[in-house]
């Protein structure tokens, strides 16, 4: 079983602040997710990062992954009470299903 | 803009009792994987399969069957449920594991 850990597992902060979830592992991953989840839904597909370094920018959701493909970033500008919920990575290793991380909850207290 | 779609959303059963979940897509997906999603164990893997009339076990297959009689189908079966497999059932679809998957809404089942 391979095994992606998200740090910090709980964030509270207050509107306005910013924050960085992140996603690590030991496995190399050809691609790398992000999804969001609300209470009572199914998660929802945020990004997919597949080459190493890449950065990519989603409003103010900024998305990283690692040179090396084990490990990626998910950083919040300014974060808004609409971006509470639970965001979980996602990785790739070119089989036929994903490995999920056990999420990082977040809260955005107004 | 229906997407995935699980039904029920909501089902108590009694230990021993059976039940099939239903899960739907109409975005012709190859893929469609069923998980499981607990406090703190994260999402895991139960079946998938990757075509119509196939199948294969994930992570945690134990006390489960499915079936993808229909591409746009993919049913999971409880024969003798235990408190053990109360849990959020998941599905999801996609066009392979690298594409993202799109999720239903999920289906909140509780073993008395």
């Known amino acids: 079983t391979q095994l992606l850990e998200q740090s910090p597992q709980f964030l509270s902060i207050q509107e306005g602040e910013n924050l960085t979830v992140y996603c690590n592992s030991s496995?190399?991953?050809?691609?790398l997710q992000w999804y969001r989840q609300e209470p009572g839904e199914g998660p929802v597909l945020l990004v997919t990062?597949?080459?190493?370094?890449e950065v990519k920018k989603l409003k103010r959701l900024t998305f990283q992954f690692g040179d090396a493909r084990k490990d990626s970033s998910l950083h919040i500008t300014a974060a808004q009470p609409g971006d509470t919920g639970l965001y979980l990575c996602?990785?790739?290793?070119?089989?036929?299903?994903?490995?999920f991380g056990t999420g990082t909850r977040l809260t955005v207290i107004p | 803009n229906a997407g995935v779609t699980q039904t029920p959303k909501f089902r108590v059963l009694k230990t021993g009792q059976s039940m099939t979940l239903l899960c739907a897509q109409d975005?012709?997906?190859?893929?469609m994987y069923w998980y499981r999603q607990d406090p703190g164990m994260g999402l895991r893997l139960i079946h998938y399969?990757?075509?119509?009339?196939t199948t294969a076990k994930g992570e945690v297959p134990d006390g489960y069957n499915v079936s993808r009689l229909k591409k746009q189908n993919f049913l999971l079966g409880l024969e003798s449920a235990a408190p053990s497999q109360t849990s959020v059932y998941f599905c999801?679809?996609?066009w392979g594991a690298g594409r993202g998957y799109t999720f239903g809404s999920g289906t909140r089942l509780t073993v008395v």
């Open positions: 999801a679809s996609s």
């Open positions: 496995s190399v991953f050809s691609s």
């Open positions: 990062v597949v080459t190493g370094g």
């Open positions: 996602a990785g790739d290793e070119g089989a036929n299903n994903l490995f």
């Open positions: 975005m012709n997906h190859e893929y």
């Open positions: 399969s990757v075509g119509e009339g």
